[in-house]
Structure formats: C-alpha cells, structure tokens
C-alpha cells in the first residue's frame, strides 16, 4: 500500500484543470433532477422478457426502473450502431456513461412502456448519487468551456446550471474535444504503419527481431486504437469509431463478442462475480474471491506468466464459438447478429488466418513461417495486451464488491474497483493507449483515452471533496507488483486468505 498516493484535494495542477468550471456541488444538484413520473399502472418486465426482444426490428432494453421499446429510435439515433449492445437486456450502465445528463429526462420517458424487475444478482445502482452527479457535470461543463469549442455560440456562460446549457445540445458529440483529437490520429498512423514495416521484415522476410517488435505494435492496435473504438470514442463519426473497432477483428478476434464481453460485462459488473474479467481463466487461474479455492491455485503467481502468452491465440477460435452459443459464457446474452456482423466475422477470421499463417507459411516455409514466426508473435502480443489490461483492477489493492461490499453508487464503485499508475508520464500514456488512467476511463468510458488527462484533475478534485479514495500507483512496476500479490492472495484457502481492511481507508476517505 505504501506506493499508493493520497487523494489530490488541491493543487495547481487541479486547479488550472477545473478553471472554468463554475459549478459547486449544491448548484449542480439543484438543476439535475433525473426524478421521473410514477406510472403505477405500467406493467411489469423482467429479464426473460427482455430476451425476447432482442433484435433491431423488436429492441427492447431496461434502463434504471423501467422498460423501453426503442425499436422505433434505432435508426434515428446519433450514435449509430452502439445502440444495438443494448437491446434486449438491461443497458443501465451503458446508457448513463454514453450520454449527457438531459437525455434521460427530455428523451427516454416517450419510449417507456413499463417497470423492470431486476434479478437479485445484477446490481440496482444509484445513478443520482450527489457524488455522481457533480461529476458529471463538472467534466461536461469542462469540454463546453473548452477552447475552439465548435459550439461555443450555443453556451450560456452566464448560466450556472447545467441543464440550461447541456439541453441545447442534441448531437451524439455535443461538446467538441470529446472524441477527435489530433493526438489520436497521430498515434494511429504511427502504431500501424510500425506495425507494417516489422510485419514485412518478419513475417515475409522471416527475422525474429522484427517480429518480436511488431508484436508489441500489434498489441498497441488493440489497446490504443480498437478499445477506443469499440467504446465510440474514436471520432464524433459512428462510422468512424466502428471501423476502428474493427481492428480487433483484423486482429483475429471479434469486435462483436469483445463488446459484450468488455462493454457490456466487465463495465456494468466491475470486479463482481458477474465480471468476466476477473472471472476469466478459472478454474486454471482465481482472480476473484468469489471463485471456488483449489489446491493448484497455491502456484498461479508462478505459473500465471506463462499462460498470458496464450491470450491471443485464444482469440481465434474463441469467439466463433461464443457466436455459435449465442452467448458470452455462461452469463452475457449476445444480441442476435446482422447478416453484416456475421460476414464480417467470417471475412476477417479468413483474413487473419492468411496474413498470420498463410503469407509467412509461403514465405518461410512451414516449420519457421508456420510455427516459430506465428507462435513468437501471438504468445508476445498476448503477454502485451494482457498485461496492461489486468493490473488497474486484478491487484491487491483495490475493492472487490463482494469481499468488502456491495457498493450502490455506480461512480464510486469504478473509482474504488479501480487503479490508475503513472499519471504523469506521457510515455506511460502513450505506451498504455490512455489505461494508466484506467479509473477516468471507467467513470467516462466514450471519451477518448487521449482527453482523459485533462479530465483527470476533475476526477481528483471532486473524489476529495466526497472522500472517496483514488488509488494511484508512481509507476506501470509498482501497479504490476501488486497485481503479483494479488495473485498470491487469491492462491490461498480461503482460511489462510487475509482480506486488505479498506474499513479504515473509506471511513477517512483517503488512501495511506
């Protein structure tokens, strides 16, 4: 714990960061008030009905309390294809993080045709929590004040609402800065054409040097250019942040399953037994303490390394398989695929399948262009991507909900299930894809990871003020040591197993 920083409740850095924004905790409660109607002679929905209507011509979806029928809204909506992850399920959490405060009040209520029953196991969260709530507000009113801000002739500086200001904003990229940035294409032109130059020199010409650098280019593709995609934070353009979601299916795997699987799953059940992150690998590996102890665990902070390596091959043959299901293992209903979906599915397996073992087969033959080349790649582009993604949650300190509680305040929850490092590094921003600010990711997950530093002081700031502990570790190192600790912790019996007391740490809210 001892390379945990405290919690920023002021600085320089804060404040130049929250400069223009003028509104305090009580002004912004006051003017957002998300309360809707009681409709007792609505009727009563539950996630079995929701299955039901699970498709675009028949889209259902539970947001909060209620029930909508957006079939109608689909085609009409301003961010294109992300709908669909919501259809047919409860989409609470996709909902709140993809859109301006107003919608849910001014849009949703013509769409409502009756009450969700929420299954016991699937968290009822607070979406209107004060903390939440000036949160919110506080970063949108920092892009609305941003700089060459395209809307700035529809600002009301003079308000100190946000209602008044936001609600004049109908567009899907309503504040600009919000997605596009320069700095993002500039790393995406960079990753790929890097990627290319080691991919001739290794896969064609047949030098390992080559390929093991292009392995780490190549995991950059999925953590810095696909993971924005697949969020709708590449480009105010659906379109846009679709075709780059689309790299991960160039990638070999599936953007369609990695949307249920990250969006869906393990954004809406962070560190929960719902969580198919910190549920994945077992029973090989146990990340979360909900999962049943076996005598093999004792070792997984040994052996653990090693089956990183296979990440990426599982990706070939995984996700066609959970297509086939029509589900995400055990507990993520996947929505019924276009005919569009599917040829994509089957056109980029091919297409994978014949730069990574095709083109290098015919190339260097079928012992170092077949096996060594491929083997070399996919076990180090495994190990990359693996790596970055399990150290902001999967470590020792930070909270798993049913191990200390379950918290209901859905922002809260993100900031104490989650861990940034090494935020002051650029390098450490650019190497990570934006994921060393992993908790300002979580709480705003469309907004692309190169705006994520600016928003930062924001976060900081108003976690003090409602003291709520931020983890933040000094370096990548230090966040990995405690992901090894974790792994040692979880390899215990549940007898042996000491929990980390976060008792003290929340009732001073702050990290020691």
């Given at each position: ?205 047949g030098h390992i040097i080559p390929t093991i650098i292009g392995s780490w280019f190549f995991s950059q593709i999925g953590i ?47 560190n929960s037994s719902l969580d198919p992150d910190s549920t994945s690998g077992y029973p090989f590996l146990r990340y979360n ?145 934006g994921l060393n600010f992993q908790i300002e990711h979580h709480l705003f997950p469309t907004i692309s990871h190169t705006h ?61």
């Open positions: 714990m001892t390379e945990l920083r405290n919690r920023s409740t002021s600085s320089s850095e804060t404040s130049s960061t929250l400069k223009a924004t003028s509104l305090d905790s009580k002004d912004i409660v006051e003017n957002i008030n998300h309360s809707v109607k009681d409709e007792k002679d609505l009727p009563e929905y539950t996630t079995e009905d929701l299955l039901k209507h699970g498709t675009k011509e028949d889209a259902w979806t539970a947001i909060g309390d209620y029930v909508y029928d957006v079939t109608k809204w689909i085609d009409r909506h301003p961010g294109g294809w992300l709908i669909m992850q919501g259809v047919g399920r409860d989409s609470s959490v996709l909902f709140e993080t993809s859109h301006p405060l107003y919608v849910k009040k001014q849009i949703l209520p013509k769409y409502r045709i009756g009450k969700f029953t929420r299954p016991k196991e699937h968290f009822n969260y607070n979406w209107d929590s004060e903390f939440y709530t000036v949160l919110r507000g506080r970063v949108e009113d920092h892009f609305k004040n941003k700089p060459n801000n395209n809307n700035n002739n529809l600002n009301n500086n003079n308000s100190t609402t946000t209602t008044t200001t936001t609600s004049k904003y109908l567009d899907w990229n309503y504040f600009k800065g919000y997605q596009d940035s320069l700095e993002l294409w500039v790393q995406f032109l960079q990753t790929v054409f890097f990627f290319l130059v080691c991919y001739y020199f290794g896969f064609i010409q810095m250019i696909m993971h924005d995609g697949n969020h709708g934070a590449t480009s105010k353009s659906p379109t846009l942040s679709r075709f780059m979601g689309m790299f991960m299916d160039f990638m070999g795997a599936s953007s369609f399953v990695w949307k249920h699987e990250h969006n869906i799953g393990h954004h809406q059940f962070t303490p909900s999962q049943t102890w076996k005598p093999h665990h004792r070792f997984q902070h040994l052996y653990l390394w090693v089956l990183y390596c296979f990440v990426g091959a599982k990706w070939y043959a995984s996700d066609i398989i959970y297509v086939i299901q029509g589900k995400y293992r055990k507990d993520i209903k996947l929505y019924k695929p276009s005919n569009e979906e599917l040829g994509l599915l089957i056109m980029t397996k091919t297409f994978a399948l014949m730069w990574g073992f095709v083109v290098p087969i015919y190339c260097n033959g079928w012992f170092w262009g077949g096996l060594v080349l491929p083997s070399i790649s996919l076990s180090l582009t495994g190990y990359f991507f693996a790596l970055q993604f399990v150290v902001t949650h999967l470590a020792d300190d930070v909270v798993f909900p049913e191990e200390y509680r379950m918290e209901r305040d859905w922002a809260k929850c993100q900031v104490l299930t989650t861990a940034n490092y090494n935020t002051t590094s650029k390098v450490s921003e650019w190497l990570s894809g994520l530093r600016e928003i930062s002081g924001i976060v900081k700031k108003t976690c003090g003020e409602f003291r709520v502990p931020y983890f933040e570790h000094k370096s990548y190192w230090g966040a990995l040591k405690h992901h090894y600790e974790h792994l040692k912790r979880m390899g215990k019996p549940p007898g042996e197993c000491q929990g980390v007391d976060f008792k003290q740490i929340f009732e001073a809210g702050k990290v020691e």
